[in-house]
Antibody
Framework: QVTLKESGPVLVKPTETLTLTCTVSGFSLSNARMGVSWIRQPPGKALEWLAHIFSNDEKSYSTSLKSRLTISKDTSKSQVVLTMTNMDPVDTATYYC???????????????WGQGTLVTVSS | DIQMTQSPSSLSASVGDRVTITCQASQDISNYLNWYQQKPGKAPKLLIY???NLETGVPSRFSGSGSGTDFTFTISSLQPEDIATYYCQQYDNLPTFGQGTRLEIK
């Protein structure tokens, strides 16, 4: 059974750096057909893809947030880490990680998803 | 980035109704289009990938069609458990989602 679980702080202050960890089980981060993406959802709003990491350690990032994001993985620990710098109240959202099927064009579809973790940005 | 426009943004229908949601891409994305269901307080769930392929275990009342820029998601006979928000997502380029369609029971 494939599962993903997000962990990290529930509250961060403006200008701080957010670090989130996704711990996966049931598949390997070295599987060439699979990767892991981070996706977020502000309260009551739509989903927004943030970043993806491939098995070969190649990364791709949202165009609008690229300067603030870093994604990395530790295959031996089955963990994917996302950092987002200079947090702002508008970054308040539920952050999800998801296993991602890799397509010829890059990240494909997301299945399954973790339960998500709500991060609030407030002083 | 490729923009995805979903319509309607909300929809009210009766049990047993046929429900259709559309998604339009700002440029040709071939069949690189997926559909998700999100129930309140839950993570999204993949229903359809590559525009028309039903994910394993998803009921056959769900279906998808389209290619290029125009796509359709259909529930053939609405069930009470289908109440959710539905999202389309393209992956021809960096992934982007539609704004969602909130489906309610009339």
């Amino acid at each position: 059974q494939v599962t993903l679980k997000e962990s990290g702080p529930v509250l961060v202050k403006p200008t701080e750096t957010l670090t989130l960890t996704c711990t996966v089980s049931g598949f390997s981060l070295s599987n060439a057909r699979m990767g892991v993406s981070w996706i977020r959802q502000p309260p009551g709003k739509a989903l927004e893809w943030l970043a993806h990491i491939f098995s070969n350690d190649e990364k791709s990032y949202s165009t609008s947030l690229k300067s603030r994001l870093t994604i990395s993985k530790d295959t031996s620990k089955s963990q994917v880490v996302l950092t987002m710098t200079n947090m702002d109240p508008v970054d308040t959202a539920t952050y999800y990680c998801a296993r991602t099927e890799v397509s010829s064009s890059g990240p494909g579809w997301f299945d399954p998803w973790g339960q998500g973790t709500l991060v609030t940005v407030s002083s | 980035d490729i923009q995805m426009t979903q319509s309607p943004s909300s929809l009210s229908a009766s049990v047993g109704d046929r429900v259709t949601i559309t998604c339009q891409a700002s440029q040709d994305i071939s069949n690189y289009l997926n559909w998700y269901q999100q129930k309140p307080g839950k993570a999204p769930k993949l229903l359809i990938y590559d525009a028309s392929n039903l994910e394993t275990g998803v009921p056959s009342r769900f279906s998808g069609s389209g290619s290029g820029t125009d796509f359709t998601f259909t529930i053939s006979s609405l069930q009470p458990e289908d109440i959710a928000t539905y999202y389309c997502q393209q992956y021809d380029n960096l992934p982007t989602f539609g704004q969602g369609t909130r489906l309610e029971i009339k």
